[in-house]
């Protein structure tokens, strides 16, 4: 059974600090892995999406890397900025299931 | 484009009582999921719609029912509520069982 964890479930960092957040799953048979933001109550914003061929995926200040064989994802975000601060969730897709398993997430509070 | 879009935004009902939830896609997508999220929690996949079909379900009761329409919008039923349905609803689209999936800003149940 996939089972994903996020590690830290939270931080909190100056402005202008560099971060690192950590995703780990169980089932190296991942179809995709996609990484979203999630604001208070609000719904899921999609961040990155890395394929299982891919190796990393980069979106502006973030970066999305993926090794599948460990079972291992980071999100780096440079030069983090206050609005950056929301939940940040992990999500596999098996492919064969077609649903998202997520992890709890990351919270990310960035002080100005 | 309107991506995907959810109502009732909230919701509050008694235990016993019956609700229905509602999903427009994105424009082009075929597929719809639903999610469950309790507070502090990840997403928790409920089930995926294709086709006007079923394709799959995640590990909840019978109470929780849905429906997919011809225009693939998405209705999501939950009977005999119960306090610990309350939660916020998510629902997904994509095109395809495998692809990206994006989300709508959910629907916050509250069961009293």
């Known amino acids: 059974k996939q089972e994903v964890t996020q590690i830290p479930a939270a931080l909190s960092v100056p402005e202008g600090e560099n971060l690192v957040l950590n995703c780990s799953f169980t089932?190296?048979?991942?179809?995709?892995l996609q990484w979203f933001r999630q604001d208070p109550g609000k719904g899921l914003t999609s961040l990155l999406l890395i394929q299982s061929s891919q190796r990393e995926q980069t979106s502006g200040r973030l970066n999305a890397s993926l090794d599948k064989s460990s079972g291992r994802s980071t999100l780096y975000i440079a030069a983090s900025q206050p609005g950056d601060s929301a939940t940040y969730l992990c999500?596999?897709?098996?492919?064969?299931?077609?649903?998202?398993?997520f992890g709890k997430g990351t919270k990310l509070s960035v002080k100005p | 484009d309107a991506g995907v879009t959810q109502s009732p935004t909230h919701l509050i009902k008694t235990r016993g009582q019956q609700v229905t939830l509602r999903c427009s896609p994105k424009s082009g997508h075929d597929t719809v999921s639903w999610y469950q999220q309790a507070l502090g929690q990840g997403p928790q996949f409920i089930f995926q719609y294709y086709e006007e079909e079923e394709r799959q379900r995640g590990n909840f009761p019978d109470r929780f029912s849905g429906h997919q329409f011809p225009n693939y919008s998405s209705e999501l039923n939950v009977n005999a509520l119960l306090l610990g349905d309350s939660a916020l609803y998510l629902c997904?689209?994509?095109?395809?069982?495998?692809?990206?999936?994006?989300f709508g800003p959910g629907t916050r149940l509250t069961v009293l």
């Open positions: 997904a689209s994509s095109l395809g069982q495998g692809d990206e999936q994006f």
């Open positions: 089932d190296s048979a991942i179809y995709n």
């Open positions: 999500a596999v897709n098996g492919g064969s299931q077609g649903n998202l398993i």
